[in-house]
Structure formats: structure tokens, C-alpha cells
């Protein structure tokens, strides 16, 4: 629910309780519990950005300076990490908060971290839901973190605003990023750690990747900047092209098309999640069927509610 | 023994440095199920209250060095009431005279842990509360 008064995503006590455990009953909810009740964004719309790259990059060092600035300088910021959960235990470190003590004792900051659970892509369940449930709390920005693993960058692509991808300066990472294909779904890229060896080399490559590589947006050209946040190097240029970002998703997508994106990710995380649910009900058996009859099976059980 | 689905965490108030045992909990539990979160070191209690009410954690296991485990224990369970989050369950390990454990019990703790116990038996009595839940 809603607080009474305009929220403008500074938290009270009670707020802050009510929208930790909002988000702990969505992250746990079963797909029938959020369709029963699914939460619903208001306007205006926080601003989101997305952080994504291999594990070790410095996402969260890079989120938890970035979000220090924002919000000294005003701006109410929600933070979500997520972090992979183990295979073997399920368990999990959610080891983000470390990273971002500063700027999560600020009180214009909400950060909560999530474990990637049994999600496919990287991300967590009803992540898209758990996005709209701290949009009701009036953020400025939401900022969500999540480690790069194939599919993860275009979820998070479907779900915020901006992409920024980090990659290290080790040049292994840029063959990588090109197998990959990753490097396109970035609107900004960040070279971090830019202050050990490799990195200009490091960026260099990027940015002719960039600039040869086709043009996928009208009047966006990504830029590649090299940050250190241990030097405090390239966080205003990070700032300035987040800025003129804002400006062209304001003047190149419609909030139509915004709406209709994040609605297609979420019907579709939904629907996975209902056909992980229903080749779990199969049996030994099931699996001697000649593969079009198996198809139809699951088909027909999936259409049951 | 299973802590899935519980949230726990981990945090070292006060002025010590050493780590070392914090660490070893944490990876114990999210071997045990756990979704375990760590503060880093030297985090005041205010702050741990504020981190555990966002996290909506199950428990807070506090790691004290230092001596002053009572007054930090108290401290954080007075923040953790003033942030709403009186519920959250408050265990302490370090290192703690057994003569201490009366106050500690007073101060909120519900579990105390020292350096002679075995790991399974610590992750043991954590399920052991939070299962009641």
C-alpha cells in the first residue's frame, strides 16, 4: 500500500519495514500469488538504471559511489542487488551491502539485496514486480545490479531505462563481450578500474567495437568511459552521460512504449516460471512419448489453471 | 538441518577488526540454506538495525571481539525496536565470559556463541529458533 502522504522515496521507519517485507513476499511468491494480486507502478515513474557485467568487475562499488553522489546531492535513490544464490545449497552471500556502506546509511537510499534463486536469466523472481513495488514509494531513481550471465543483460535491458555495462581491463573480457553479443545491449559502457594498467587499451577496443559495429539507436552513439572509483577518475563523465541519456529515452521512447516492454518481460518471466512448474509434474514415463505428443502434453497442462 | 528461505545477517559492531570467524558463520549458514548478508566490519548499531529492517532478515548474528558485546547487544536490539524490527532475532558470538551470559539474555540476545563451539553445533541452535517461526 501506498503511504498516506506524497512519497518522495525518503523512507520512515515504517516504510522502510513495510516495503523490505513487500519485497521478501514477492521475491518468494509463487506466479498464481502475484497474478492474484500484481503490484502496480504509479506515476510519475522512477528513473531506472540498470548495472550489469561479469562477476568482480566492480558493479557494486561502482553503484554504491555512484548512488553516494546522487543522493548527497539530493536525489532518493532504491537500490536493488541481486545476487547469484548457490547451486548446491541454494543458499547464499549477498555480499553487494559491503561495497555500498556509505551510501546505504544515507537516508534518501533504500537497498535491499535479493538472491537470484532459481531465476533463469540472472535476475530474481517477480523482479519486475518488486521493481513497481519500490516505484510506489516515490524514488527518484531505482538502480538495480545484476551479475552479467548471458541472458541478464537483456532482462535488465526489458526493465530499466539505461544500461551501463562494466567491463575490466583485461582484453580477454572484450573477445568475450563480442562472442557474447552483450556489448549490444549497453546504452553506456564502463571501463572500471581504470586506474591499473590495460584499462586505455581496454577502452580503445570498445569503442572502436561501438563504432563499427552496427548503430541499434537513432542519435545515441555509447559511450565508453573509463571510472576508478578508487581515484574518483571519469565519475563525472559517468554522471553527464547518464544525464544525457535521461534526455534521449525522453525524447525517442514514449512511456507507451516503455509500459509495453516491461509488460512483455513480465508476462513472458511468468509464463517460464508456469512451464518450469509444469515439466516438474512430469513423470519417467511421460518422457517415452514420441516428442510431439510430450510437446502437446505440457501444452495442454500449462493451459490449466 | 535447513535454513532455506531463511535470511540472515551477519555483523560486527564496535571497533574490532578481525573478521575471521564472521566469515566462517556466514559461509556455514549459506551452506545450511541461508540467504546470508554481511555488513563489513566496524558498522554501528544504528546502522546494523537500519541494514537488518531492509534486508528483512530472520536474525541477526552480531560478531564481538572487543568486550563490550552487552552494551552493543543492547544498543542494537534498542535500534532494531526503534526501526521495527523487534521481531528479528538476536544472536551473539565472540569472544564472551560465560559470566556475561545473564546480562546478554536480559539485552535481547537469544542465542550466545563462543569460540570453543563447534560450527554445526552454532548453525544447530540458530535453526533451532528460527524454525519456531
Known amino acids: 500500500m501506498p503511504p498516506t502522504d506524497t512519497p518522495n522515496g525518503v523512507l520512515d521507519a515504517s516504510a522502510r519495514r513495510r516495503l523490505a517485507r513487500e519485497i521478501s513476499r514477492l521475491a518468494t511468491a509463487s506466479a498464481h500469488s502475484v497474478l492474484r494480486a500484481p503490484p502496480t507502478s504509479v506515476a510519475p515513474p522512477a528513473r531506472r538504471i540498470g548495472f550489469t557485467g561479469p562477476p568482480g568487475v566492480g558493479k557494486s562499488t561502482l553503484v554504491g559511489k555512484l548512488v553516494e553522489r546522487r543522493a548527497a546531492a539530493g536525489t532518493s535513490v532504491g537500490v536493488l542487488a541481486i545476487d547469484p544464490a548457490s547451486p548446491y545449497s541454494k543458499g547464499a552471500i549477498l555480499g553487494d551491502r559491503i561495497r555500498m556502506d556509505q551510501a546505504s546509511a544515507d537516508p534518501r537510499v533504500f537497498m535491499r539485496s535479493v538472491s537470484s534463486r532459481d531465476s533463469q536469466d540472472g535476475m530474481c523472481n517477480n523482479v519486475a514486480d518488486i521493481l513497481c513495488a519500490m516505484e510506489v514509494h516515490g524514488f527518484d531513481e531505482i538502480v538495480m545490479e545484476t551479475v552479467g550471465v548471458g541472458q541478464a543483460e537483456h532482462a535488465v535491458k526489458a526493465l530499466v531505462d539505461t544500461v551501463v555495462l562494466l567491463m575490466q581491463p583485461e582484453t580477454g573480457d572484450a573477445i568475450q563481450a563480442l562472442k557474447a553479443g552483450i556489448l549490444e545491449v549497453a546504452d553506456i559502457i564502463v571501463v572500471s578500474k581504470s586506474d591499473l594498467h590495460g584499462a586505455p587499451k581496454m577502452r580503445e577496443v570498445l569503442a572502436s567495437t561501438v563504432r563499427f559495429g552496427a548503430q541499434r539507436a537513432v542519435n545515441w552513439t555509447v559511450p565508453v568511459i573509463g571510472v576508478s572509483v578508487e581515484t574518483g577518475k571519469g565519475l563525472d563523465e559517468l554522471e553527464a552521460a547518464l544525464t544525457a541519456h535521461a534526455g534521449w529515452v525522453a525524447r525517442h521512447r514514449t512511456p507507451a512504449e516503455t509500459a509495453r516492454r516491461r509488460a512483455t518481460y513480465r508476462v513472458q518471466d511468468l509464463v517460464l516460471r508456469r512451464l518450469e512448474d509444469q515439466l516438474a509434474t512430469l513423470s519417467p514415463d511421460d518422457y517415452d512419448l514420441p516428442l510431439p505428443e510430450l510437446y502437446q502434453r505440457v501444452l495442454t497442462g500449462l493451459a490449466q489453471i | ?133
Open chain 2, 1 to 133: 538441518m535447513s535454513l532455506a528461505g531463511k535470511r540472515i545477517l551477519i555483523a560486527k559492531p564496535g571497533l574490532d577488526g578481525h573478521d575471521v570467524g564472521a566469515k566462517i558463520i556466514a559461509l556455514a549458514l549459506r551452506d545450511a540454506g541461508a540467504e546470508v548478508i554481511y555488513t563489513g566490519l566496524r558498522k554501528s548499531p544504528e546502522y546494523i538495525a537500519r541494514v537488518a529492517v531492509e534486508e528483512d532478515v530472520d536474525a541477526v548474528g552480531l560478531s564481538i571481539l572487543s568486550g563490550s558485546h552487552v552494551d552493543l547487544v543492547r544498543d542494537t536490539m534498542r535500534h532494531l525496536r526503534a526501526a521495527e524490527g523487534g521481531n528479528i532475532k538476536l544472536f551473539v558470538g565472540g569472544t564472551i565470559p560465560q559470566e556475561d551470559n545473564a546480562a546478554l539474555l536480559e539485552a535481547g540476545a537469544v542465542g550466545i556463541f563462543n569460540a570453543s563451539q563447534r560450527i554445526e553445533d552454532v548453525v544447530a541452535e540458530m535453526d533451532k529458533h528460527l524454525a519456531a517461526d
